[in-house]
């Protein structure tokens, strides 16, 4: 059982880049997946989520209209487009999945000081280079 994260890579101010969160050994259908992402030397935040049960989409201020995520259930695959990629988006993004929380839960910074989510993935770097 895991979740493994594609698509990261180095690109320049203003650019975009798709990333991937597959899972495999479970099914995403009553799941809500949530993208992460952490720079250096700071904390890890939601920045977006994507709930099966529901297809409701949340995203925090920080990317809401510059990234969005989707999920394909024929590929077992939640995808996170980021677009109009600026220099502090520059950190490793995660994506988590869990079953006892909507997205509303998911997205709050104190969700993870309070709970540990059932999947993770191992993350995959964004660099954005001015």
């Known amino acids: 059982v895991q979740l493994v994260e594609s698509g990261g890579g180095t690109v320049q101010v203003g650019g975009s880049l798709r990333l991937s969160c597959a899972a495999s050994?479970?099914?995403?259908?009553?799941?809500?997946v949530a993208w992460f992402r952490q720079a250096p030397g700071k904390e890890r935040e939601a920045i977006s989520c994507?709930?099966?049960?529901?297809?409701?989409?949340v995203y925090a201020d920080t990317v809401k209209g510059r990234f969005t995520t989707s999920g394909d259930s024929a590929k077992n695959t939640v995808f996170l487009q980021t677009d109009n990629l600026k220099p502090e988006d520059t950190a490793v993004y995660y994506c988590?999945?869990?079953?006892?929380?909507?997205?509303?839960?998911?997205?709050?910074?104190?969700?993870?000081?309070?709970?540990?989510?059932?999947?993770w993935g191992k993350g995959t770097p964004v660099t954005v280079s001015s």
């Open positions: 994507f709930d099966h049960s529901n297809s409701r989409k």
């Open positions: 050994g479970f099914t995403f259908d009553d799941y809500a």
């Open positions: 988590a999945a869990d079953t006892r929380f909507g997205c509303s839960t998911m997205i709050l910074p104190e969700t993870l000081q309070y709970y540990t989510l059932k999947f």
